[in-house]
């Protein structure tokens, strides 16, 4: 167990809705990264956050949005949902300068419909 | 194109089988690591890698960084059902911000 923590387990949505989903970090991790897995694919890199500011963002449109508040824990907001926006999403807690060791929560899984 | 190419897709074996799976690429890398995902959960980190020909060994489980740092693989000895998973590589491709990035998995299957 990594200690990542990760709400809700499930999520049922309807497409043009919007989603909110939560990230508690591992105690003494100060990253958050959060990343996109499609059935039958590895994760996809979506954004990072260090510090309360995003630090870097993978291929997404700007509708994946998020936060990291103080106690390092973070929010996963996706506006206007699509289909295609049915996917596992992990949110993975690190250390910076920790050799890009990641812990992994347990998902959430998205099913839009 | 993918930045890692894992083989073979999906392996389907019986218990104390040896297996050999493999994670390349055509880029240098200076780390490159190892999970391994069960259904429902998050990956889990087994191993990192760091120099060209190092080998590591987690109990069953042998790890290898190709001398070239442009490749890997993972030996499994005696394969248990426990083994069953999706085993993934992921190398940093971010710099300094640290972004992973994944190959699509081998879907192991260890069967009783």
Not at chain 1, 31 to 49: D, E, H, K, N, R
């Amino acid at each position: 167990e990594t200690g990542v923590t990760q709400s809700p387990t499930h999520l049922i949505k309807t497409r043009g809705q919007q989603v909110t989903l939560r990230c508690s970090s591992q105690s003494g991790h100060n990253t958050v990264s959060w990343y996109q897995q499609a059935l039958g694919q590895g994760p996809q890199f979506i954004f990072q956050y260090y510090r309360e500011e995003e630090n870097g963002r993978g291929n997404f449109p700007p509708r994946f949005s998020g936060l990291q508040f103080p106690n390092y824990s973070s929010e996963l907001n996706v506006n206007a949902l699509e289909l295609d926006d049915s996917a596992l999403y992990l949110c993975a807690s690190s250390r910076q300068g920790s050799r890009n060791e990641q812990y992994f929560g347990p998902g959430t899984r998205l099913t839009v419909t | 194109t993918q930045l890692l190419e894992q083989s073979p897709q999906f392996l389907s074996i019986q218990e104390g089988e040896n297996l050999t799976v493999y994670c390349n690429s055509s880029s240098v890398f200076s780390s490159l690591q190892w999970y391994r995902q069960e259904p429902g959960e998050g990956p889990v980190l087994l191993v990192t890698v760091v120099t060209g020909g190092e080998v590591k060994k987690l109990k069953r489980l042998t790890f290898q960084f190709g001398d070239a740092r442009k490749d890997s693989s993972l030996h499994i000895t005696a394969a248990q059902p426990g083994d069953t998973g999706l085993y993934l590589c992921a190398v940093n491709s971010g710099g300094s911000n640290y972004k992973l990035t994944f190959g699509k998995g081998t879907l192991l299957t260890v069967n009783p």
